[in-house]
């Protein structure tokens, strides 16, 4: 497998001090304003002016609240990574285990917020448990999947060297691979710092007694346009900076910036492995479900285990109305989640080639793109919905919009990697730029691609949920917060077993794509 | 730790009222407080605002009750902590506490906060629904969950809900305000009132006044607790039933003392005022008047059973137990 | 019954023979004894296994058939006691450790104690004086190959193992280090095997060259090089020493030109 390492080229992240952001936050923040007056009295945006007045005169409660999040954001962080950092360790140990690790790891993430926040409220009762375990949740999988290719970023001879004095996998890992992960772990800490704050928010939504989740419901209930801009401006704020100060952290720590790599293309096996690891990944995943609600001696009214699953959906005398509904819930939702998906991609693959070959205009585009791919969907999905109703457009628009960033950052990273060299040959030749596009840059740019949309699975699923959920009442994610409320928990269940083990296989459906299309194109990259 | 600390706090309030039931009616208040919890419905607001007062005058105090107030949200079930004994009652409705007992809970419905479900229809001045044949030929916007709300009513008062338009929105105002929607089907007291903060007038046409008889707002417990642990029960109650009375003699108080004990919650006075105000048609009637807050007859029972079979609710008058209200009202 | 890790220790490859998961044959029957003590060159053609057989010897590859044997014993007994070093092709030095980091952190993996001033003499010994503390980046390609034989060395091991080791140092550098290695290795009485491309470099350092055939590698001429020492490039273009070179030089176009001849001693 070939690793992305990080290269000299993309100087916005070395310099972080560039005119170009503040030109177009400055241009942004104007269109907004404008925007903001024309549409005043519709309901639907406030402008920047009147959200700074609004935080003038409740910056004490904005504060309040904002600390009560980002507190439990930084548990949620400090936990998750910690969980990561163990599980890649795990597996860097012990790597037979990697490839289980990674599917379970990958199934726990696709468990859909809206399901697992009653869930966690039950378990944990008043207090902060659920918000913590939920921005846990939402950092530790962005951290190991970047961990365990930083693991393996080494090249081989660095083992040999070890082993050639004598010592195992532990000295690897103290000496080589913890050193040589540390620029991916550092890009995983920042994807997460963001996460975690959308965890918090979403776990408030269980019951919290305050934060700025809270808020967020309150603000939208009322009718409050001013305070729900201005707590999504607050928001977007918290996110960008903690992005940005861990990405200072990083440059100081190493010297050079983070690798941009989102996932490593997945392991090519042979398929009966594949299909190996996911049957154990099955096992283990339902024996954990099984076993914890015996643990903790959850309630069968609420706690529904595999058993209970499988006779809802198979069994029981209404078995085929359950199935019949989960299907109509899914499909609703893959009408709005397929075209988002495909065109959140293709925007964000696109834009990025045609910024390479303007490349006065990209300087611009990342860092805002960086800065944009951390606002928290919940503080986005209403406002985005107020602007485009809810229809069909306002839920495409927004999975395409959470699927865009990461791709478009990582295929601007991708296009950058290109091989010098080669580049040199094209040059001698004379070849335009869209010659270099299609010849060298595209298939350079294939691997971050696809580990963009192989990341983009998940995210996707958990956008179209959310917005259904809190905004649409339509499709699955509708489905699950109605289940919960009627106290239909075999429904629930039900569902959180399908969307995740639906997302995982996405997932792995993407990840075959990728083998196919890299073998075709950028055969070194599978090998 | 979170979970221990809860297991431990459950085990310590099951050890206190253990200690007071081997000791009969042993003077309570020479004990250590027992600690229970009433797991709230939605967000901290003047919705809950009797309990505060009950909370903040010490009302449970005296009763040996240290209440904790648990919020609830748009992903928090109130039904979950009540089964599995994380909080001793629950603010439910009629409707969604048969749900749940569809499913096998052992809930009993103890009291009715809101005598008058507080559905309504909005509308705007201009183009107003007054009553359910002004749906006719009208766009509504509701959550398409909500159906079934819309169904019962036309159901009740013989309109063809094929002349309906229904169109899918969010919980929120602006539809009807934008002019997408004529109408909405929402809480009496959430969107008006966030529209009236607004400086704009609505007309709403609550959805009790035509048949839809579900009670809301009430009080849920399981068989287990109303069995083992009745003086608890009836010590929340009591302290409820004073709260609220006390809350329905001077609303704009309640209001003020629900900013005071969430300053965090992000609300406004005046909107809360109104609201509080807006609520006391819905909670207290001749029949509470007559009999004391929280009351139903079998009347009332029956008229929600036939509302809750249009729901798809198949339900019977033992869902409803009256013996804690009457303890607490001395009858 | 372990062996003393600094003691210089004879090899004994039999049969030694390595197909990888391919079908790919890299050795085939290979059967070599190296006295303790001596340096060996092997020289080949590229990709003829040279560096699979440097590998199986210093234990990093398992054989698929035959045994090694490093003083009677299998190279994971020497690997135990950090009895031998390996300087690779490329000189994985560590990006994030100085020079004297590299070095130091060798004596650590191996569990000696970290001697500052004999680090100190090893740095001056392949002329990186004053570069101790520099990071590899910093370092061109042939200082990163001096910094790693002077890791490889930092343990006195018994036995080095030496694959490709200048490709990058510069010709003067070379003549250099060609000087002065071959002291510390009798001084240490180190038993070393060293791949190479470059027949002089070959013949200059070693006291036998073995020649091999074109993958799978098998011996097509053992040329022993009685040259006294310390030896200079002079000596190499003597002669004795370009008679040594003609012989290399015959031996491997043989090689090339078809099937392995018999084994041919000079």
Known sequence: MTVTTAPARPAILQKPVSFAPWISTAILLALWELAGRQLSGTFVLASPSEVLRYLAEEWRMMARALAVTLGNAALGFVFGNLAAIALATLASVWPRTERVVAGLALLVFCLPLVATGPILRVLFGPGDGPQIVLAALAVYYTTLIPLLVGLRAAPATWFDLVRSYGRGRVSALVHVRAMAALPYLFTGLQIAAPAAFLGAMVGEFTGAERGMGVLTVRAIRALDVEMTWALATVATGVAILAYAVIGALARRVLKAPPPVILAAPAPAGARSSALQTGAIVTVLALLAWWGAIRVFDLNPFFAKGPGDVFAALILADDAAETRATLAGALGETLVFLLPGYIAGLLAGAGLAMLLVLMPILAGTAMPLAIALRSVPIVTTAPLVVLLLGRGATGTIVLVAVMVFFPTFVACLHGLRQAPGQIMDVLDSYAAGPVTRLIRVRIPAMLPAFFAAARMAVPASVLAVTVVEWLATGAGVGSLMALSASLSDYDMLWSAVVLVSALSALGYAAVGAVERRILTLYAPEQVA | ?331 | MAPDPAMPAQIVCTGLGKTFGGGTEAVQALDLTLAAGQTTALVGPSGCGKSTLLRMIAGLEEPSFGTVTIGGAPPSETLRHAGLSVAFQDPSLLPWRSVRGNIELALRLARRPVDVAAVEALIALVGLDGFGDTKPAELSGGMRQRAAIARALATKPGLLLLDEPFGAVDELTRQQLAQDLPRIWEAQRTTTVLVTHSVSEAVLLSDRVIVLSPRPAQIVADIDIPLPRPRSPDMVRSDAGAGHIDAVFAALSESRAGSPPPMAAQ
């Open chain 2, 1 to 331: 730790m979170q979970k221990t600390m809860n297991r431990r706090a459950l085990i310590g309030g099951g050890a206190a009222a253990a200690g007071t039931l081997a000791l009969g009616l042993a003077p309570r208040r020479l004990f250590a407080q027992t600690p229970v919890t009433l797991q709230l419905s939605w967000l901290h607001s003047a919705q809950f605002a009797g309990s505060y007062i009950a909370q903040d005058r010490g009302w449970w105090i005296e009763e040996g009750l240290e209440v904790a107030l648990s919020q609830g949200g748009p992903n928090a079930p109130v039904e979950p902590p009540v089964v599995s004994g994380t909080a001793l009652v629950g603010i439910s409705a009629a409707d969604y506490t048969a749900a749940a007992v569809e499913e096998g809970a052992p809930f009993k419905i103890l009291g009715v906060a809101m005598q008058k479900n507080p559905f309504v229809i909005a509308s705007l001045p201009d183009n107003p629904v007054n009553e359910p044949t002004d749906l006719v030929g009208k766009r509504i916007g509701m959550a398409l969950a909500n159906t079934p709300v819309l169904q019962a009513l036309c159901a009740l008062n013989d309109v063809d809900i094929d002349g309906i338009e229904i169109v899918p929105t969010q919980y929120s105002a602006q539809p009807l305000i934008a002019g997408e929607v004529d109408c909405l089907l929402c809480w009496e007291t959430d969107l008006p009132v966030a529209m009236a903060m607004q400086g704009i007038d609505s007309v709403t046409m609550l959805m009790a006044d035509f048949g839809y008889a579900v009670h809301s707002q009430t009080y849920i417990a399981t068989e287990d607790s109303l069995a083992n642990r009745r003086a608890d029960l009836v010590a929340l109650m009591r302290g409820e039933v004073r709260g609220w009375d006390a809350y329905r003699e001077d609303t704009d108080a309640a209001a003020e003392l629900t900013l005071q004990m969430y300053p965090d919650a992000g609300l406004d006075l005046e909107t809360q005022k109104l609201q509080a105000a807006r609520q006391v048609p819905l909670m207290f009637s001749e029949l509470t008047d007559a009999n004391g807050f929280g009351w139903w007859t079998e009347e009332t029972v029956a008229a929600n059973i036939e509302t809750l079979g249009l729901l798809g609710r198949d339900v019977t008058p033992d869902l409803w137990d009256r013996s804690i209200l009457e303890e607490v009202h001395g009858t």
